[in-house]
């Protein structure tokens, strides 16, 4: 199993890298923002490797290695992760639309601090409604809202950067890649 290990780590390396230079409308590109919102999973909960994973490939549907597929990107996340790291690390990345529709629901001060880019892509997505109990109901969903606010604080370009080495450790310590 090491031989398949060592391949899904190799390619994780490789989309990240991808994602340098790709910009969201953000003042920060795609990989820093994956960093970032790893990073934050990772301080906020040490030991959960899989939320740490799924903070830092829940935008894995912006990476120009990914074939269009024409699905909503939280889609294409859970579809890319399920296989690769398991079914809680793709429901997570899965989610992370669905938490921000619920926060900015349930937390005006959440609403009122979303990013502008964030507030429109939030009209495409359905806009401010409550989301059903399919999610809220989950065992996994409060893991979800920590992943969202992970994702909401990774857009400033101020914030230190972890390394990509440091993430692809962690990757490798989840599927079991010896080092
Ligand atoms: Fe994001």
Redesign the pocket.
Known sequence: MVGKHREVSAETAEVLRSLRGVWDEEAVDELD?ALL?AGYAAARHPGDDELVVAALL??VAHSPLLAASGQPHDQVARDWLTPRFGPRVGWLAGA?VAAKRHLAQVDQAYADALSETSVRSLARQGGVAPVGPEWTRHPWWDAALELRRC?DA?KDPNAPVPELHWAIEVVDRLVGVPR
Do not use: C, E, M, T
């Open positions: 923002h919102a829940h935008d992370h994702d990774a």
